[in-house]
Structure formats: structure tokens, C-alpha cells
């Protein structure tokens, strides 16, 4: 990294670390038993972090946050109307998070200002998740609240539940102004014009394209880990989930345009970034490359400056050795896989429509043990879908003691419309759907603790992202994705690569002490 890109960087952990990263290990979540909370689909509302713009609300791209181009504002909405102020909040995985990257940038190129709450803001956008219901209730409560003061702003629903719901969202709240699903983010800015003409109804949903969401720039709200789709939807079908209907076909983005993308964003100081797709391994260069996953991971690891690469969510199905194998060659490869089983009954696994058996998941397991250095594996679980009986269920908790993950985020079955499940009806009473969600967090909670415990006396290393409030003390995250609290004498680490020695451990969270920092070399981390 350069002297002056690190300079940014610096000036730019000055400011609030606020958002969720996600982790194995922080507490909290009340699906998950508090293992891991910070799922990509468990993250709860955020507001996409403002302090990034300079005073006048022009984006800053001096502070090492924002990637690309900044677009000249062309014709500047925020001139016009009452200030062209916008409040984006944010629901549901890393995806959304990194869509509303993406919309907070095109939108401050085009000269809105992003503001801290709805009061102070013109344009109310949510970017919502209707991966259960919960999550999908959650949005209209809060469009709820606008029901008599939204008059004089514009509301508008972007994200899963916009394409799931449609023009639906119109009866149900008529003060909404926008619906657009993820799949027609590249044509907001033609909405946008729309809106400002004063049209009250306006829509973006279709979600047979094949393009990908890309902008001039991206607003990131990370300063320590850039988020990147590389791959948009999904072909899976899985029987319970609404992806492939809210954010449409697999589309895979050009080999080339990720790493131009890469390459800016090391330019910007970062050397952490994640890959991301619903099935990020299902990747396929449309390019003449032709390059498959492996491949690229490899090639993003070579990006001068780049020191981790992570991605998530692979599907079992695309797990291949040679990914394995591109870990073990390239120590920038991040030791942490995110391998969803969703439940250790094949009978199950049919019925849910994962194209696996019990034993072909446990054939990938046995793929990552096999590397030459640990890797972590977390994984997601959900409990209660139609069928289940006990029998099955007690093969998912046999599951979690074979596979012995670091980090498990289990989820009670909820059906979800326009999907082939909904059809089986929900027969599995809420009560017992609770007591197995229960179950595999206690199981998992023992082997976790145990797991972390063994860690004690190892040396890990730890990209400095937070500095307590307590004295000396700070923290970051391994390789493999865990968090690790760490007391040192340094005065100031964050944004460094550190080596910490680990020294207590619970269920969810590492303890430790600065045994050595690096300062060059091209280690992984
Ligand atoms: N009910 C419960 N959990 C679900 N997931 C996806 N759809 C549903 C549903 N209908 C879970 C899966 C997936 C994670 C992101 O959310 O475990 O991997
Ligand atoms: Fe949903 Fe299955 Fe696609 Fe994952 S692989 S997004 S669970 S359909």
C-alpha cells in the first residue's frame, strides 16, 4: 500500500466503524442462539454510513472509501425539489449491503445528499430482504410509519421485497412512490428522473436480465473490507427460497471488470476484499477468458496490494477440489468457507430440492480437512421444514458433530411465496421448529467452544479494524474470519496486519495478545 492511500485510510478510521462485518463470533442474534449473528442474511437495518461526503454533501473520494469514477453530476437532482436529501437503510445478507453501496454512489453522482436520519431526508429508501417472513414484515412496519407524514417525501422499496411483492406494495401503502427490485437497479437512474417529474408510481421489475449491477462508483461504507458481487441471482431452485424469484438468474460479471475493480480498489488503499454471489463458487467468466472461480480467486490474489480474498455463499454442488487446491497454493486466500448444508437428512436434501446427498456434503467436507492448512467452515441450518421428523433431524445435529463447523446459523422454516415449499403448507408447529433451533445451537455451541479453545497458544494474523475504548486494547480478524480481541502497547494499529497470540477463548470470541507486528512481506495474513 502506498504511503499516501495508507494515509487515507487512516484518516478514515478516524471515523465511525459502524457496520456489521460479518463475523464467527460475535454475540447477539436471536435465530442463531448468538453464535454468529452477522450472517449475510441476518444483518439487520443500517443506515449506510455518511461520513464519507465532504461538508456540502459532495462525495469525498480523497478518503479512501469510494471506488470508481465520480461522474460528473450531470443534471443535479439534488438542486431541484426540497434538497435532494436521501435516508437509504438496509435489510437481510451482504448483498444488499453491497447493492446499497452501489445506489448510495449512483445517487451522489447525481448530486443527492445522503442524510443521517427520514426525518431530514426528501427520499426514504429501504433496501429490504424478504428471505423469511420476519425480514419481510420489518419493511412494511416501517413503511407503517410514513402512513400520514410521508406526504411530502418520496418513499421507495428497493431490494427482495420490491420484486417479490410488486405493485402489491402500492395498495398496501400508497404513499410508496418506488418499487424496484435488484435485478433493475442499472435503470434507477431513469426512475430517478421519473420521480423528480413527479410521477407517483414507478416501478423496476423485471428480473430477466442478463446484465449485472454495475456503477461509475461505489459508495463503500467498509473502510477495512470491500465487498464484490461477482456473480448476481441464482439458478439453484432450492425448494424453500426466494432468491431465484427476487433477484433472477445467475448472471456472472466479466473476469476483467472484477479485476479493474480490484485493482481501484487497492489504488484506494483497501487490501482485504470479498467476493460475493449467492453461489459465488457457481461462477463462470462470460468473457472469452473463460475463467472458472479457482481461477479467479487466484488471479484477484495476484492485484498488487491485495493481502486477503474471501468469498461467500458457496453451494456444495460447485465445490470443487480445485479451490481447495487454490487455497493451499495462495496464502491470500483466506482460510473460511461458508458451505450452507441446511440440514443432514438426504431425505430432507431432496425434499429442499439441494441437489446433494448427506454423503456428497460430507465428501466436500472431507475436500477442505484435506487442505494443508486449517480452514474454517461455517455453515447454515434450517430447522422445521415440512417433513422433518425427528429422525431427519437428529441426522443434522449428527451433521454438525461430523463436520465440526466454526460457526453455524440455523433458521426455523418459514414459507415463503412463489416458492415450490409454500405448496407443503408450515406442519411443523413453531413450538418444536424453536426447540430444535435450540438444540442445534447448544450442540453447537459446545463443539464451538471447544474448537476455539484449541486455539489457545496459537499465533494468528489479525487485521486491526477496531480500537476499544478500553486502553490497549483492539481488535481485528483472522484469516479465518473469526473475531479476536487483543490488548498491545502499539499506539496505533488499526488498518495494520498484526500477529496476535491467543490467550483465552469462549464460544464466540478470541482473546489475545500482540506478540509481533509485520510491517512488510507478502504473507496471507
Ligand atoms: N426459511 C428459513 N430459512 C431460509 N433460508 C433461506 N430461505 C429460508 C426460508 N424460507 C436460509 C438458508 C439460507 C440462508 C441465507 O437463509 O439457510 O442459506
Ligand atoms: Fe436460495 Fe438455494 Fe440459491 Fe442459496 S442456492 S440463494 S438457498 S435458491
Known amino acids: 500500500m502506498s504511503e499516501s492511500s495508507y494515509g487515507r485510510l487512516r484518516i478514515q478510521m478516524n471515523k465511525a466503524f459502524d457496520i456489521g462485518v460479518e463475523s464467527l463470533s460475535r454475540s447477539g442474534g436471536a435465530e442463531n442462539g448468538g453464535l454468529v449473528p452477522n450472517h449475510p442474511s441476518v444483518q439487520t437495518g443500517h443506515n449506510v454510513h455518511p461520513s464519507k461526503f465532504d461538508a456540502s454533501g459532495r462525495i469525498n473520494v480523497a478518503d479512501g472509501v469510494v471506488s470508481g469514477v465520480v461522474a460528473a453530476p450531470g443534471r443535479s437532482f439534488g438542486d431541484t425539489a426540497k434538497g435532494g436529501t436521501f435516508f437509504l437503510e438496509t435489510f437481510g445478507c451482504q448483498m444488499n449491503d453491497h447493492d446499497s453501496e452501489k445506489v448510495a454512489g449512483l445517487l451522489l453522482s447525481r448530486g443527492y445528499r445522503q442524510v443521517e436520519t427520514p426525518e431530514a431526508a426528501r427520499m426514504i429508501l429501504y433496501n429490504t430482504c424478504s428471505i423469511r417472513e420476519k425480514a419481510a414484515q420489518k419493511v412494511f412496519s416501517r413503511l407503517g410509519e410514513y402512513r400520514e407524514r410521508g406526504a411530502d417525501k418520496i418513499i421507495g422499496v428497493l431490494g427482495c421485497v420490491a420484486q417479490q411483492e410488486g405493485q402489491d406494495i402500492f395498495k398496501r401503502a400508497p404513499w410508496v412512490s418506488l418499487v424496484c427490485g435488484s435485478a433493475s437497479y442499472r435503470k434507477l437512474p431513469e426512475m430517478l428522473a421519473e420521480l423528480e417529474a413527479g410521477n407517483k408510481r414507478v416501478t423496476g421489475l423485471d428480473n430477466d436480465t442478463d446484465e449485472t449491477f454495475e456503477t461509475e462508483i461505489t459508495r463503500r461504507d467498509n473502510p477495512w473490507r470491500a465487498y464484490l458481487t461477482i456473480i448476481e441471482g441464482c439458478d439453484k431452485a432450492c425448494a424453500y427460497c426466494v432468491v431465484p424469484h427476487t433477484r433472477g438468474p445467475e448472471r456472472s460479471r466479466g473476469s476483467e471488470s472484477i479485476l479493474r475493480e480490484v485493482r481501484q480498489l487497492t489504488e484506494l488503499g483497501y487490501s482485504e476484499v470479498q467476493l460475493l454471489g449467492q453461489t459465488v463458487n457457481s461462477y463462470v467468466d462470460p468473457t472469452a477468458r473463460g475463467m472458472k472461480f479457482s481461477d479467479l480467486l487466484l488471479e484477484v490474489a495476484q492485484v498488487a496490494g491485495i493481502r486477503r480474498v474471501r468469498f461467500t455463499t458457496s453451494h456444495p454442488r460447485d465445490f470443487g477440489a480445485d479451490i481447495v487446491e487454490a487455497i493451499d497454493r495462495e ?91 409454500l405448496a407443503l403448507n408450515d406442519p411443523i408447529p413453531e413450538e418444536v421448529k424453536g426447540q430444535r433451533l435450540a438444540m442445534i445451537q447448544e450442540k453447537q455451541r459446545v463443539i464451538q467452544t471447544a474448537r476455539n479453545l484449541a486455539m489457545l497458544g496459537q499465533e494468528l494474523d489479525v487485521f486491526v479494524s477496531n480500537k476499544s475504548r478500553r486502553e490497549n486494547q483492539w481488535s481485528g480478524h483472522t484469516t479465518s474470519n473469526r473475531v479476536i480481541s487483543f490488548s498491545s502497547q502499539e499506539r496505533e494499529l488499526l488498518g495494520s496486519y498484526v500477529r496476535v497470540k491467543v490467550t483465552d477463548s469462549g464460544t464466540g470470541s478470541l482473546v489475545g495478545a500482540h506478540v509481533l507486528e509485520i510491517t512488510t512481506g507478502e504473507w496471507g495474513g
Open 331 to 421: 496464502p491470500k486466500l483466506c482460510d473460511h468457507i461458508h458451505l450452507p448444508v441446511q440440514s443432514g437428512s438426504t431425505k430432507v436434501l431432496r425434499a429442499m430440492a439441494r441437489t446433494y446427498t448427506r454423503e456428497d456434503y460430507l465428501e466436500k467436507i472431507a475436500l477442505i480437512r484435506g487442505a494443508k492448512r486449517p480452514i474454517s467452515i461455517t455453515t447454515d441450518i434450517i430447522v422445521g421444514f415440512p417433513g422433518e421428523t425427528d429422525a431427519d433431524f437428529e441426522e443434522t445435529l449428527s451433521m454438525l458433530d461430523e463436520a465440526q463447523y466454526d460457526g453455524v446459523f440455523g433458521f426455523k422454516y418459514s414459507p415463503r411465496p412463489n416458492t415450490p415449499s
